[in-house]
């Protein structure tokens, strides 16, 4: 089945590298898979409806850092990152299972603001808690969640729909969440070199909250269903909005040109990044973590959106041969890299 | 909600009682969650039938030992375990996801072997891969599936209906597993003293591929649902005989009577148990990862059961109030212990 022999490192490939190179091996058996690997999350036909299935891994050193982010934050988190892999299929989260793996580092009331966090998602959301895995780990605290909902057959939404000429949208503000890992992470390393020195995070709470409490754009989904609007395309913006904007291209068979001048920051996002010395268009670009929901609309949708404040237009997709540009404040097109979009 | 204060070790709980004490305040939103923590898998009305849901995390060093554990066969028995818990709802698993955690210890040829192993499984039992998530670990490789299924709305079975009176069943063999754990333990010890030292494993075919390669019975279920057979409680035996009946007396609201001359072992499992001075009904009671499973069937169903060679009637429920208890080959009468039986 895999033809490579002696020791091939796995840097060589990269997380989507790696994971096109191993699914491309799967066979399907069931008439009611219709979506398997390469979505937002798997779509499986159950009759009235379809079921959709996610699943999120969440590794200790590797995408968190307890010295700085609340056991209840981190619950809260892992719960809402899964719940908006399901929105962004246009469906609805409904059901999820839970494993930990920790290491006795960790008390029990440790872990019950690990569950309150958890608890409080699912109330946020009305998504129910039915099972699980605790388990043991030599070193550390690994979660792992496994999100089911459901979606109307006419309303599910593929990252592959998008056609030339539709409309780029965006919810919400981008670069916020980078932002407020960048403060923390500030703040960690002066209180590492000055243990008696006090975390300076006054007047960032909206970036804190950003990265350590992000939401799903419910919402969204709640809206464009109330509006009659049926996107052609959609993804939530984990990976950074240039990234998410490459998965759509890929899978739609489109380009996209997008306008500098038309990203959504927060004011205090672009003032803290003008203070942090980071391009605020890298940081909506490249930033992650946002959980908001990037997707295309028909130009003919145009009217429906327009003026709804929780939304913006921030370009059109081209012709795949086009490919992925940006238009500067300054009217310059830059090519919008993969993995990290190099500023001017 | 929780009421600790300080710090509480972990060690004072056991898995099972840590569950008990964070899913107590689960709340619940869904009419649709027909069943939530507490069984093999979670249940969920899909409108036709019922949908099922479980997970499984794998930890290096807690559950396996990559010293003697060949990835591909790893990559199998993570399958199997989560199908394992499908099929002991009486359902047949069809969908699962994967994630991943990785150290950079790992080539690509590493998760080929593993992932050649998650293949081989989904072909064996006919179950669809349809998502994941790779990421990356510190240290050591971590696995989480979870698994998606259906069951019939008749024919879901639950830990939870053992009347008095029914008669308890096992599939296949006890102990096999543990010995072959034994063994491959056994060598790596050897090996690890005398490096040049070759393993010796053979003549132990059998008890190294249940441990290393185990399967799940949904033959077992085919035949229950061909004999006309509907179980009245059902759990797959991964943690251990005595372990999955006191699950199954908890639930259920019965004591158990278990005839240690009834219970099934190969005969290799035995002769080898004597050799390295182990008792065999301790292998059978305590040993787990059999992957059988356990059930229980009304006496009136006897007829229609007897005499299938993968079946064995192994005692029959009693009164909650009278416990659970061994009769031995003696006829001494023991009380079954929840975790770990303690030999004569």
């Known amino acids: 089945m895999f033809e490579n022999s002696g020791r091939t490192e796995l840097s060589q490939f990269g997380e989507f590298g790696l994971i096109d190179h191993i699914t491309r091996h799967i066979k399907l058996h069931h008439a009611t898979t219709i ?7 798997a779509v499986i036909n159950n ?7 996610t699943t999120d891994m969440l590794v200790e050193g ?8 609340p056991l209840k934050h981190l619950g ?3 719960v809402v990152s899964n719940i908006s892999d399901i929105t962004a299929m246009n469906g609805k989260a409904t059901h999820i299972v839970v494993s930990l793996a920790l290491s006795n580092r ?28 605790t388990t043991s780990s030599n070193k550390g605290l690994t979660i792992n969640i496994a999100c089911y909902g459901e979606v109307a057959k006419d309303k599910v939404c593929y990252r592959s729909g998008c056609n030339e000429g539709d409309l780029v949208v965006v919810s ?23 243990p008696d020195f006090q975390p300076d995070l006054e007047g960032n709470d909206y970036l804190i909250q950003r ?62 990044a003008i203070d942090l010395g980071i391009d605020p ?14 997707f295309t609309i028909p130009q003919a949708d145009y009217e429906k959106l327009k003026g709804q404040p929780e939304i913006t237009i921030i370009g059109h997709a081209v012709a795949s041969g086009e490919g992925l540009h940006l238009i500067s404040k300054s009217d310059i097109k830059h090519k919008l890299e993969a993995q990290g979009w190099k500023g001017f």
Chains 1, 2 share one sequence.
């Open 35 to 41: 979506k398997g690997v390469g979505d937002d999350a």
């Open 47 to 53: 009759g009235e409806t379809f079921n959709l299935l």
């Open 62 to 69: 590797s995408h968190f850092d307890l010295a700085y982010t």
């Open 76 to 78: 809260y988190k892992a």
């Open 106 to 133: 960790f008390s029990l009331e440790a872990i019950e603001e690990l569950y309150l966090g958890i608890y409080a998602a699912c109330d946020a959301y009305k998504v129910d808690l039915v099972g699980g895995d």
């Open 172 to 194: 919400g503000d981008l670069g916020s969440a980078y932002l407020g890992l960048h403060i923390l992470e500030r703040e960690k390393r002066i209180f590492l070199e000055r």
């Open 211 to 272: 990265q350590l409490k992000p939401e799903a754009r419910i919402d969204i989904v709640t809206l464009l269903g109330n509006l009659g609007i049926q996107p052609t395309s959609m993804i939530d913006i984990s990976d950074g909005l240039s990234s998410e904007l490459h998965h759509l291209a890929k899978q739609s068979e489109v380009g996209f040109m997008i306008y500098e001048d038309k990203l959504p920051i927060d004011p205090l996002a672009y003032q803290r």
């Open 281 to 294: 268009t890298v940081a909506m670009l490249n930033g992650g973590e946002d959980y908001e929901l990037l």
